[in-house]
C-alpha cells in the first residue's frame, strides 16, 4: 500500500500503533506532540493512537480531550491499520524498549517516515533510509526529529524520500526474505554438531524438598 494524495487545507498527522502503557512512554510523545502545535505552522497537528492500554484515560486528560488527538481504540490486523497508515505522514513510537519494531516496519512500507527511540531493536532496523531516531525519554529531541519530517511534506524529495522506504523494506524485510533467513537458520542449527551438555537428572535422582514446620 501507499500513502494517498491529500488536499491542501488536510492537517498533518502523526500515528503510533501499540500498547497505551508506561513502558511505552507515551507521556513523550505527547509532551512531543504538545510542544509542536504551539508553533503557529503545525497547530492543525493531529495525533492519532491505535491500540489501548491503562494510560489511556490519563493521556486524554493529558490534552483535556482535545479533539486533535484521536483515539482509535484496538483495531484488528488489516486494513483499518493500513488506511490510517496510508493517510498519515510520520510515524512515532516513543518505546526505549522494542525488542524489534515491526510496526514501524509496516509503516515504513507504507512511505511513512519513521521516528524511534535510539535504543534497543529500532538501532538496527531504523535505518536513515526508513526514518531517525530520537534520544530516549527526550521529547524535545523527539519534536525536534517530528519537526524536520513535517517540514519536507508535499515536497519532491519527500515523495522519493517515501518511494526508497517501500523499496527498503520490500529489499529487505519482506516476509518471503524473512522467511528464507529464518529457514536458513534453522539448517544452520540442525547441521551443526551437537552441543555436549551434561546428562539431566532422572526424576528418581531428584531429591524431594523438605518439608516444611507445620505453623505454631
Known amino acids: 500500500p501507499v500513502a494517498v494524495p491529500r488536499p491542501a487545507d488536510d492537517p498533518p498527522k502523526l500515528v503510533y500503533v501499540g500498547r497505551l ?9 505527547f ?3 504538545r510542544s509542536l502545535v504551539q508553533e503557529p505552522a503545525l497547530a492543525p497537528l493531529e495525533l492519532h493512537l491505535v491500540g489501548d492500554g491503562p494510560l489511556r484515560g490519563r493521556l486524554a486528560r493529558s490534552v483535556d ?15 483499518t491499520i493500513v488506511e490510517l497508515l496510508r493517510t498519515a ?4 513510537n516513543p518505546s526505549p524498549n522494542e525488542a524489534f519494531g515491526l510496526a514501524g516496519l509496516e509503516a515504513a512500507a507504507c512511505g511513512l517516515p519513521v521516528i524511534a527511540a535510539a535504543r534497543g531493536g529500532p538501532l538496527d532496523v531504523i535505518t536513515p533510509e526508513i526514518g531517525r531516531l530520537a534520544v530516549p525519554g527526550d521529547a524535545a529531541s523527539f519534536a525536534h526529529q517530528i519537526r524536520t519530517e513535517l517540514q519536507q511534506l508535499g515536497t519532491p ?10 523499496k527498503w523494506i520490500e529489499q529487505h524485510h519482506s516476509w518471503r ?6 529457514l536458513q537458520l534453522y539448517r544452520r542449527m540442525r547441521d551443526a554438531p551437537a552441543l555436549n551438555w551434561p546428562p539431566m537428572p532422572e526424576p528418581t535422582d531428584l531429591q524431594p524438598a523438605p518439608e516444611e514446620a507445620p505453623p505454631s
Open 89 to 92: 505522514d510520520v510515524f512515532v
Open 65 to 79: 480531550n482535545d479533539p486533535r488527538v484521536v483515539f482509535h481504540g484496538p483495531q484488528p490486523y488489516g486494513e
Open 31 to 33: 509532551e512531543a506532540w
Open 177 to 182: 526474505l524473512c522467511f528464507a533467513r529464518l
Open 157 to 166: 524529495e519527500a515523495h522519493r524520500a517515501a518511494s526508497v522506504r517501500r
Open 21 to 29: 502503557s508506561q513502558e511505552k512512554q507515551m507521556p513523550v510523545l
